[in-house]
């Protein structure tokens, strides 16, 4: 059987070396709607959502069904912090609009620690979802693809493999890069699983924290009349720490090219 295993690895080197037609029957296979059918799913329920939800996800929501919320956790407390966290994996994983509010309601409801804590185990676990969907169906064949090109694209991927903790963490730290786009472009990157769910874990705790705490104080805006100011992350004393977290995630890269200069 070892045999036998060589030389269908020996057979297919011949067909990579002959012009590289090897690797395109392989993305082809990769591409059959059986393997985009998950990520085609995604997209149908995100476009729908997107359309139907526009007008039913905001702040007026949440106070028009304020009572029926507090009612709802103080009779079954774990089952709403349960049916919270799902729905929040299910927002995720759909890229579906709403994630701040969704947020503010589990400070509302929650108090900030505890609607941390599950708000970043489940946009973890619905980022990842949505990863391995993309990767199933897309980014496997898309990543081939570009690797097969070599050049420039495979300094590009090399660089990334050096750096990969460092530019994913970055990427969920910065505020200007959209949830959704730090969750697919990883798996058109050939990032590895691991890598993506710890750097998102740990990544997301800052923002989340932040719109957490806002939650908390809802109740006193809600009976006040006001609305929350979302734009509070972008203020100095929130946005100064996330920049020194975001210092302090690219370090490593930094070192590593002013290594790579002296000894060059």
């Known amino acids: 059987m070892a045999g036998n295993g060589g030389m269908a690895g020996g057979h297919g080197t011949g067909r990579d070396g002959a012009g590289g037609d090897g690797a395109t029957p392989g993305a082809a296979r990769r591409l059959s709607v059986g393997r985009l059918l998950p990520l085609l799913l995604?997209?149908?329920?995100?476009?729908?959502?997107?359309?139907?939800?526009?007008?039913?996800?905001?702040?007026?929501?949440?106070?028009?069904?304020?009572?029926?919320?507090?009612?709802?956790?103080?009779?079954?407390?774990?089952?709403?912090?349960?049916?919270?966290a799902l729905l929040y994996v299910a927002l995720v994983a759909f890229s579906l609009p709403g994630g701040v509010w969704m947020t503010l309601a589990g400070g509302f409801l929650f108090g900030a620690v505890a609607a941390t804590a599950l708000t970043v185990v489940a946009a973890t676990a619905g980022a990842t979802i949505l990863f391995l969907a993309a990767r199933h169906g897309l980014g496997a064949a898309l990543h081939a693809r570009l690797a097969g090109q070599g050049g420039r694209i495979a300094r590009m991927e090399r660089a990334l493999r050096r750096n990969e903790a460092s530019v994913l963490l970055l990427m969920r730290l910065v505020p200007a890069v959209p949830f959704f786009v730090a969750n697919l472009a990883p798996a058109f990157l050939g990032v590895r699983t691991t890598t993506f769910v710890w750097t998102t874990f740990l990544g997301i705790i800052p923002g989340t924290a932040v719109y957490a705490w806002l939650g908390a104080g809802l109740g006193g805006i809600l009976d006040a009349g006001g609305r929350p100011d979302l734009g509070v992350i972008l203020s100095w004393p929130v946005l100064g720490p996330i920049l020194a977290l975001c210092a302090l995630a690219a370090l490593p890269m930094v070192i590593r090219a002013l290594r790579a200069v002296r000894e060059g």
Do not use: M, Q
Request: glycine share 10%; charged share 15%.
């Open 42 to 84: 995604i997209a149908a329920v995100a476009v729908t959502a997107g359309i139907w939800g526009s007008g039913h996800v905001g702040f007026e929501t949440l106070r028009e069904h304020r009572a029926a919320l507090i009612a709802f956790r103080d009779a079954h407390p774990l089952a709403a912090a349960a049916l919270y």
